[in-house]
């Protein structure tokens, strides 16, 4: 699989490029109590090319967007919709992730990529309170289901896509770890 499309070099990026689907996920969430609560879920996740970027002449960027949907497997409905980019940094091999969510939550963490054989490991994180990979989220969300720290590991070889995303959370006044983790098949790489 070629990284350059379009004249850009998309680097290490462009292996989550295309459609995938997955009917594994689990979803480890907080019920009233603050107790976990796991449902079970199907994820649909497609990654499409964003381009190239430049911040003030000196950074030069690449990103692809994606558009993540996860429906309940006992009844179809979505239970939650996310949007963002992945974002490559060459010259220092910083890899960025941006992503909001309609609850009044949007996250932008950082880290790195790491190859063992033919996996790719993203490994990116972000904490409330950074200047840099932080967290920003409504007033209401603050008082009642805060985000302290988000950290996610996606791994990717061949055509096999898993993640692990933890959202560490204030709410129902205890602490809690949202885990969702997922394995997805990728259907296919052209989007046109």
């Known amino acids: 699989m070629s990284t350059i ?7 290490p990026l462009a292996i989550l490029l295309g459609r995938w ?3 594994k996920g689990i979803d480890k969430a907080p019920d009233a109590n603050a107790e976990p609560d796991n449902s079970f879920f199907t994820d649909e996740l497609i990654f499409t090319v964003a381009g190239a970027a430049e911040n003030a002449e000196e950074q030069e960027l690449v990103a692809v ?9 006992e009844n179809g409905l979505i239970f ?13 091999g910083v890899i960025m992730h941006s992503l909001t969510i309609p609850r009044a939550v ?47 590991k996606l791994s990717v070889k ?3 896509l898993n993640y692990k995303e933890t959202t560490f959370l204030h709410i129902y006044g205890k602490d809690f770890e949202h885990v969702d983790e ?4 990728r259907i296919t790489y052209d989007l046109d």
Not at 80 to 92: A, F, L
Not at 112 to 141: L, R
Not at 182 to 185: E, G, H, K, M
Request: hydrophobic share 35%; aromatic share 10%; proline share 2%.
């Open 5 to 11: 499309i379009d004249g850009i070099d998309y680097g």
């Open 158 to 160: 061949g055509d096999e």
């Open 80 to 92: 939650h919709d996310q949007i963002g980019h992945w974002i490559y940094e060459p010259s220092t």
């Open 65 to 73: 967007k994606y558009h993540h949907v996860v429906r309940k497997i």
């Open 21 to 23: 689907v997955g009917n």
């Open 106 to 152: 949007c996250v932008l963490a950082g880290g790195q990529i790491d190859q063992k054989g033919n996996e790719s490991i993203f490994e990116v994180e972000a904490k409330a309170g950074s200047e840099t990979f932080g967290i920003v989220q409504s007033p209401f969300m603050i008082k009642k289901a805060k985000t302290t720290a988000f950290q996610m």
């Open 182 to 185: 997922s394995r997805l098949r």
